[in-house]
């Protein structure tokens, strides 16, 4: 990774500590700089609030030309996040055809955070789960709670 | 050749000193005042010399012995009487067939000795067992042992066959009875009637060679049928050669034409050359001067001045960096680096301007579009000159292109619906094809167009183009105002039809819209990572097929 790409991600992170995202916190090693790990609490009113969410943010080497790659560590229950180990996301602007530079890993936490409380339901990574949001909303929501509790205590 | 069978008949011919015509002809004499014999169970031990279609034949006779010895071991075999070459005629070279007992690989040199140098056609031995009537056996047999290495099959020029012990003795013994004159001969009281007295009536015979077992032909059969197949394979090979270079050519003049964009169609991710980019104007970043708020106020009427520089004055830019004012218009739009995200330091500063007027720093912007892309980071439109083409046109670039427009005019001619309704049924499909053609991930490629209703993040497009707001103001919109900016910015130069204006009001009508301008741009941004690692990934026979027959799937 060039210096400049570690230059712009200490910046970023700079500049996410400033801006204090609310509800979140990012673990930053130096020594790692490509691989952040942030805990997210599920915002207030959405079937996730109360439980709170690991997830991995890795830059590829070529950053930022190319999007940083975001997973779930924690499993959640979204139509957008994939329902296996990986828990991984690839939509809006994570996507590499859609990603631009001057993205900034801010915009993709916020993105993360408005996902969790309206999932992009024409987007989803689990088709079913995305009906189900759509048709039985309480279903949905009963679901999602009940994985918040097995698994994001 | 091996034989199929010796006829030995028996003929009638004058005798060359008492006719004034002398011609090849002969009678052959009636089967029953003759000796007629079909010899079976014959062995060839060579073939030497014998051409398919020319069955050997001649007069049958013993030649002669040069040793003592070997005259004499020779008594207990053959009848005394037996014809010899003197019991011929002398003055012409009548077509002979030797015939002999195998009875000592040391007489039987000398028998072949004397036949290489008479007129022999066939030379017939038989093995000393006149109880025999089995076939003999096969050349490399030990009773045919020359302790010569087998030289002698080689050093005659004539076919070899060996005959049963019990066939050898009869035909000795008939040619005992047909060397003298005709009145000596079986019958010789009735064939004096027919003949004159000084005809000679002897032995004939003739050599049925089989020409099924034609190893020597069989050779030459598979050489003419390999070299056939390597002249198809060959010609196949340079006429697809021309075919694909033709294509190249063709390909390439329609790029240099503008009817074909390679990268807008995902043929092939380009890279800008370093020698093009250095035309690119390069020069200090100027900072934010009065006549840069001025039309910054004038920008930020219109509502999109973010990311797309056709909301900025579409003045042409003057190639020399001298003139500063003409920059002045991107620059307000930009004061940090979109890559770096650092600040332009103006006059310090200096950047690079790309055709659609976004500006980076040199440092920041050369390396990425020299290796990895030659569109804006920012805007995606292409760095490079409309009809730019790379210097080489290659095979697969050629076939992903035809796949691509075959591709379309299938999808133009069989759904009439939207190509949006087509990735909705079946993505399975189109990944599948977007996998082959641009080398993609497979994941999931269901392509949505952001709706009215749902709220993006702000901060998304914010970085770039938006002339510095404070940051509180972002924060606070982070969920608010829905965005028509998440539509990928359309680029006009890329060949793909504009869209229509959307379709304000309806909000279904507006998502189709979207959806459709979405697709169509898909293609676009996604270029192959490069036609050469996918050809390195195939493998090395495919390769090797690839370069006898360039274009062949
Ligand atoms: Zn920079
Ligand atoms: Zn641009």
Redesign the pocket.
């Known amino acids: 990774m060039s210096a400049s790409a570690k230059k712009r991600i200490m910046r970023e992170y700079g500049e996410c500590m400033t801006e204090k995202p609310a509800g979140m916190k990012i673990n930053f090693d130096e020594q790692n700089m490509t691989k952040w790990e942030v805990l997210m609490d599920g915002p207030d009113g959405s079937a996730y609030a109360g439980g709170h969410f690991k997830l991995e943010i890795v830059f590829p080497n070529e950053y930022p030309f190319k999007p940083p790659v975001v997973s779930f560590r924690t499993k959640i229950y979204h139509p957008n996040v994939s329902n296996d180990d990986k828990g991984s996301m690839c939509l809006g602007l994570l996507r590499p055809d859609e990603w631009k530079p001057p993205n900034k890993v801010v915009a993709v936490l916020r993105l993360i955070q408005s996902l969790m409380v309206e999932p992009n339901i024409d987007d989803a990574i689990e088709p079913s789960i995305g009906n189900e949001y759509k048709e039985n909303r309480k279903e949905f929501e009963k679901n999602a709670k009940d994985w918040v509790k097995r698994y994001a205590k | 050749m091996s034989a199929e069978s010796i006829n030995i008949i028996t003929i009638d011919f004058p005798d060359p000193d008492h006719t004034e015509t002398i011609d090849d002809s002969f009678d052959r004499l009636a089967s029953n005042e003759s000796f007629e014999f079909p010899v079976q169970n014959i062995q060839t031990l060579s073939s030497k010399g014998v051409e398919r279609g020319d069955d050997p034949y001649g007069l049958l006779y013993i030649p002669a012995l040069q040793t003592d010895e070997c005259r004499d071991a020779e008594k207990d075999y053959v009848p005394k009487n037996a014809t010899r070459l003197d019991n011929l005629p002398h003055d012409v070279q009548y077509a002979l067939i030797a015939v002999a007992p195998w009875f000592s690989s040391t007489c039987m040199k000398e028998y072949f000795a004397t036949a290489r140098n008479e007129p022999v056609k066939a030379f017939i031995v038989y093995q000393p067992d006149p109880e025999s009537t089995a076939t003999p056996p096969e050349t490399n047999d030990k009773a045919w042992a020359m302790n010569d290495g087998g030289s002698w099959q080689y050093s005659n020029q004539f076919p070899t066959y060996a005959v049963p012990g019990a066939s050898g003795y009869l035909i000795a013994s008939q040619m005992s009875n047909y060397s003298g004159n005709i009145s000596t001969v079986p019958h010789g009281d009735s064939l004096k009637q027919l003949y004159p007295e000084t005809d000679y009536v002897r032995l004939w015979a003739k050599v049925a060679a089989d020409s099924g077992t034609q190893l020597p032909s069989l050779w030459v059969f598979l050489v003419i049928v390999l070299g056939l197949l390597i002249l198809i394979i060959g010609a196949t090979s340079l006429c697809m050669h021309v075919v694909q270079r033709r294509r190249r050519n063709a390909l390439r003049r329609r790029v240099i034409n503008g009817e074909v964009d390679l990268e807008a169609l995902g043929v092939k991710r380009l890279t800008v050359p370093a020698d093009y980019l250095s035309e690119l104007p390069v020069f200090p970043y100027l900072g934010e001067s009065d006549h840069v708020e001025k039309s910054m106020a004038q920008a930020s009427t219109t509502a999109d001045a973010e990311t797309s520089?056709k909301g900025l004055p579409l003045s042409r830019r003057s190639s020399a960096p001298d003139a500063p004012k003409s920059y002045a218009s991107a620059m307000f739009a930009q004061s940090t680096c979109p890559i770096c995200l650092d600040d332009f330091e103006p006059k310090e500063s200096q950047v690079r301007e790309?055709p659609?007027?976004?500006i980076f720093h040199i440092d920041c912007i050369d390396p990425f579009l020299l290796n990895n892309s030659s569109l804006?980071p920012?805007?995606k439109?292409s760095v490079l000159p409309p009809g730019y083409c790379p210097s080489k046109i290659t095979n697969v670039m050629v076939r992903r292109e035809r796949l691509i427009s075959r591709r379309r005019a299938q999808n133009a001619a069989g759904h009439t619906h939207s190509p949006g309704n087509i990735v909705a049924r079946l993505p399975g499909a189109y990944d599948s094809f977007r996998a082959r053609v641009g080398g993609t991930t497979g994941g999931r490629r269901i392509f949505s167009a952001p709706s009215r209703t749902q709220s993006r993040p702000a901060d998304i497009e914010m970085s770039s183009g938006t002339p510095p707001v404070p940051r509180a103001g972002i924060t606070a919109a982070a969920t608010t105002a829905p965005e028509i900016v998440a539509v990928p910015q359309p680029t006009q130069q890329n060949g793909v039809e504009e869209c229509p204006e959307p379709p304000s009001d309806q909000p279904q009508q507006r998502r189709e819209w979207a959806r459709q301008r979405a697709l169509a741009l898909l293609g676009n941004r996604h270029g192959p990572p490069g036609g050469e690692e996918e050809e390195q990934v195939r493998s090395r026979w495919r390769r090797g097929l690839n370069k006898i027959f360039p274009g062949f799937r």
């Open positions: 520089p790309l659609c007027r976004h804006c920012i805007c439109q």
